[in-house]
């Protein structure tokens, strides 16, 4: 993203693929909303910190307690965040994005679309070169168009 700074946005859409996807999609929200010490939500690290250890919370039938242990480590409000989840507030937006996935026939994570144009679908994880040559070729080609 640094490298292409002012020419590319990204856009995240949290797609849960089951319930234990689910819950954890919800923590990352919950964490984006704490604000602590003067610091704006959390989410990104949140969310990096789930892939990072995703070996240690994606098989369990009821992450949250594990979650909950993560948010710790980031100095979030672990029962703020625990209540979060539990409400269930986050169902709907959760549920919408589940189907905006859907809509684009996303079955994987990571998916990612280059310009929300199908043929720049990309699938699972690539090299950090490959998806700079591929937004290069899209960049040239939107401005080949005078889009």
């Known amino acids: 993203m640094q490298r292409f700074e002012g020419q590319v ?16 999609t919800q923590a990352a929200w919950c964490a984006g909303e704490q604000d602590r010490f003067g610091e704006q939500g959390k989410f990104w690290e949140f969310h990096h910190m789930l892939y990072r250890r995703q070996e240690l919370w994606n098989r369990l039938a009821a ?8 948010a710790k480590d980031l100095n979030l ?4 965040l625990k209540s979060c989840v539990e409400s269930g507030r986050m169902q709907d937006r959760m549920q919408a ?25 990309i699938v699972g994880t690539r090299s ?11 960049l040239d080609r939107v401005q080949r168009s005078g889009q």
């Open 128 to 138: 950090e070169g490959e998806l700079v040559r591929l937004i290069r070729q899209e």
């Open 77 to 80: 409000d672990t029962a703020a």
């Open 97 to 121: 994005d589940k189907a905006y996935g859907q809509q684009l026939q996303v079955n994987s994570t990571p998916t990612m679309f280059i310009n929300d144009n199908p043929d720049n679908r």
């Open 9 to 24: 946005h990204l856009v995240l859409y949290p797609f849960a693929l089951n319930t234990t996807s689910e819950v954890a």
């Open 63 to 70: 992450p949250l307690e594990r979650l909950s242990e993560f």
